[in-house]
């Protein structure tokens, strides 16, 4: 859909087949991005799903927190998902919590800094090179 460069709406059993996706999967995917605001659709003829903004503008730490939850690996470090540990007296004192820290902040910061568009034209560069 990235590679859409005029964003027409497109349908789901397409877009399956070009990237050779299971539908049901991708059906799956393409309604947690319309849940979460990222996409749009449009029913009848010429429907389809479409990006509701640039895909320049579509951070990937966003997209991985709708398809898969919290970026945390463990719930004590989340900031969107937060929970104390059961078995943890004292998170400050916790050598796994400051390391898992460290391990989201990582994360965060690659996430944050790669659109959509720019893994569309790594691929793309990729692909262009093994040719």
């Known amino acids: 859909m990235a590679r859409n460069?005029?964003?027409?709406?497109?349908q789901i059993g397409v877009i399956a087949q070009e990237e050779n996706i299971s539908h049901k999967f991708l059906e799956s995917i393409m309604l947690s991005l319309?849940?979460?605001?990222?996409?749009?659709?449009k029913k009848g003829k010429g429907g389809g799903y479409y990006f509701l903004k640039a895909s320049d503008k579509i951070i990937m730490s966003d997209v991985i927190r709708l398809l898969e939850g919290p970026i945390?690996?463990?719930?004590?470090v989340s900031l969107?998902?937060?929970?104390?540990?059961?078995?943890?007296?004292?998170?400050?004192?916790?050598?796994?919590?400051?390391l898992m820290l460290e391990v989201r902040d990582n994360t965060l910061q690659v996430l944050k800094n790669k659109s959509l568009a720019q893994l569309v034209s790594a691929t793309e560069q990729t692909t262009r090179s093994r040719l």
């Open 34 to 41: 319309k849940n979460g605001g990222l996409l749009g659709s």
């Open 72 to 76: 945390a690996m463990v719930p004590c």
């Open 80 to 98: 969107n998902f937060y929970e104390k540990c059961d078995d943890c007296p004292d998170e400050d004192a916790c050598s796994v919590h400051r």
């Open 5 to 10: 460069i005029d964003n027409q709406p497109l």
